[in-house]
């Protein structure tokens, strides 16, 4: 799946939150102190899109100005997440999120394309929520302060 949205801060601001974000999640997921770099990998408690918890290994593959990156490994396969920034001026950006998921065999990878066309809209919806609270945090933030 593929979402483009304009956000109306720079890109600094942006990479800001989502490298905070991922400070946050390591702080609490990790018993030893890391830090939000590339190449980090650390367990995380998870629920599925059906309620079920388990534990997937992240691993953040790319995070630099422009484009952030992370892999979910769980039991039924792989699933990718990016954020790639690109700056329109100054404080104006195009944000492209981008969630994929592989599946580990045969059958499941039938089974979710079946399941994607039937979810897609759903998804869609769950990804425009997000980056909209996304825009909304980072307003709130930038009139603060």
Same mark, same amino acid.
């Given at each position: %799946?593929?979402?483009?949205?304009?956000?109306?801060?720079s890109?600094q601001v942006? /990479?800001? =939150?989502?490298?905070e +974000?991922?400070?946050?999640?390591l702080?609490?997921? +990790?018993?030893?102190? /890391?830090? #939000?770099?590339?190449?980090v990998?650390?367990?995380?408690? %998870?629920?599925?899109?059906? $309620?079920?918890?388990g *534990?997937?290994r992240?691993?953040? +593959?790319?995070?630099?100005n422009n484009?952030?990156e992370?892999?979910?490994? $769980?039991?039924? $396969?792989?699933t990718?997440? +990016?954020?790639? &920034?690109?700056?329109t001026d100054?404080?104006?950006?195009?944000?492209?999120y981008?969630?994929?998921?592989m599946? *580990?065999?045969?059958? *499941?990878? %039938?089974?979710y394309?079946l /399941?994607?066309?039937?979810?897609?809209?759903?998804? /869609?919806?769950?990804?425009?929520?997000?980056?909209d #609270? &996304?825009?909304? =945090?980072?307003?709130?933030?930038?009139?603060? $302060?």
């Open positions: %799946m593929k979402v483009v949205k304009e956000f109306p801060v890109n942006f /990479m800001k =939150h989502i490298k +974000s991922i400070q946050y999640d702080d609490n997921n +990790s018993a030893t102190k /890391m830090k #939000a770099i590339e190449g990998e650390y367990l995380k408690e %998870m629920s599925n899109r059906i $309620g079920s918890k *534990k997937v992240v691993k953040i +593959s790319t995070l630099n484009h952030y992370a892999e979910f490994f $769980g039991n039924e $396969g792989v990718k997440i +990016s954020y790639e &920034i690109e700056p100054e404080e104006r950006i195009l944000v492209t981008r969630e994929e998921f599946e *580990k065999t045969k059958i *499941k990878k %039938m089974n394309k /399941m994607y066309w039937l979810y897609k809209r759903k998804n /869609m919806k769950r990804i425009h929520t997000f980056l #609270a &996304i825009e909304q =945090h980072l307003l709130k933030e930038n009139s603060n $302060g």
